[in-house]
């Protein structure tokens, strides 16, 4: 029988949690209806799901090589995932990709339009 360490049931917790976030992140991109609603949901996704493993892999190796690795890791995909997200949409919406009917906001939209009257 192995008895478990406190860390491990702790990292273990936090495994599932980030692969929950990973299974709800895959159901956004199957589910929702345009690709700007579903790459928020893949950045949630990467950001709070693979992270969250990161993080319990961490609190479950400990200050390790591995440990270290996953540190690095989550603070990769904290920086760059929400920057890569935005630059995605932002280039959807430039070559003229449409919004689901069901979106209420386009601030991009609107930003265009605020330029476009201040250059008049």
Known sequence: MHNFALNEII??????FGILFDFFGV??????????NRLQAAT???TFGS???????????GFTPTGF???LCTVFI???SPVTAHAVAKAAHNSGI???KETVVDHYEE?????TVEDK
Do not use: W
């Open 44 to 46: 949630k996704c990467v």
């Open 27 to 36: 159901l956004g991109l199957l589910r929702l209806p345009d690709v700007y």
């Open 111 to 115: 930003d265009n339009n605020d330029k």
């Open 11 to 16: 990292g273990y917790v936090i495994i599932c």
């Open 51 to 61: 992270a969250g493993i990161l993080i319990g892999v961490l609190v479950y190796s």
């Open 78 to 80: 904290l920086l760059t």
């Open 98 to 100: 449409k919004m689901a």
């Open 69 to 71: 690795k996953a540190i």
